[in-house]
């Protein structure tokens, strides 16, 4: 097989996204993805350049052959087209995204998907250019957190595990925003901003609480360069594989999740993140 065919598409503006994602959700191909004549089925699957289109690229060329599957992956810039894209049939699957996210498109958007199990997860980290311990963050210290309600809960349980905030009582972490903090004895300065801009805001803050996938891209490692690091155990942020509701039956489309959760696949993502920064979720 040749190289993946890999096209990378850039954020729309906000205006856009929006207008977009007021489309109707669901496709009018009730089949699906079905094989050609030469016995092979071409699936259309966008994806996060980091590790998601890797992790894809890899199956495609390794996997994918033998199981009569071709990828055909668009690689996105931001966390809003992936979704609306699918839910027009633009594509056949994305892989992007963890089920707090998942869960939180489908309730403000009114997208009619479905998923499959995770299959690996980039734990968030807390970095910094001026600090190299987490102790030395100054009184009223300017973080970086992202602007999203599904993440930015998970970067405020981040904080909250080394003590230098609380969160009020019975709030759910996968839920948690600015509001439900509790005690800050720092004074943290919290900046919100759009994910893919943390790392370039980096250098202008004390530290910032980086996504797993923007900080690879930026040869960031959890393990070498961070503060602080998410915990592995009971992590409920797994990246999976979402279709459109009633595709899950797909045969091509269960074909592609089983090689995601391959020996092979796990052991890609162990030998290329060696350093932790991706870890598989099977």
Aim: with cysteine; aromatic share 8%; proline share 5%.
């Amino acid at each position: 097989m040749t190289a993946s065919r890999t096209t990378r598409l850039l954020a729309l503006t906000a205006g856009a996204a929006l207008a977009l994602s007021a489309c109707g959700a669901g496709s009018d191909d009730a089949e699906g993805p079905a094989a050609g004549s030469d016995g092979v089925t071409t699936l259309t699957v966008g994806a996060s350049s980091t590790p998601h289109a890797k992790i894809l690229e890899y199956v495609d060329e390794e996997l994918a052959p033998d199981a009569k599957l071709d990828l055909d992956i668009t690689v996105f810039d931001d966390y809003v087209q992936p979704n609306v894209q699918l839910s027009e049939g633009t594509l056949d699957a994305n892989y992007f995204q963890h089920l707090p996210y998942y869960e939180a498109q489908v309730k403000d958007r009114g997208y009619d998907f479905a998923h499959f199990e995770g299959i690996h997860y980039e734990p968030f980290a807390l970095y910094s250019t001026s600090v190299e311990d987490v102790k030395d963050l100054p009184d009223g210290a300017q973080i970086g957190i992202n602007n999203d309600p599904s993440n930015q809960g998970r970067a405020l349980q981040l904080l909250a595990d080394a003590d230098l905030i609380t969160l009020k009582d019975g709030v759910d972490a996968t839920s948690a925003t600015l509001y439900d903090v509790d005690e800050n004895p720092k004074n943290l300065e919290f900046k919100q901003t759009d994910p893919a801009q943390l790392v370039r805001s980096l250098d202008d803050l004390d530290a910032s609480v980086i996504n797993g996938n923007y900080a690879i891209e930026a040869d960031l490692s959890p393990t070498k360069d961070a503060l602080l690091v998410e915990k592995a155990e009971g992590n409920v942020y797994a990246n999976f594989l979402t279709v459109q509701a009633g595709q899950e039956d797909n045969p091509a489309l269960k074909e592609l999740d089983t090689l995601l959760h391959s020996p092979e696949v796990k052991k890609y993502i162990e030998d290329t993140w060696s350093d932790g920064s991706v870890l598989p979720a099977y």
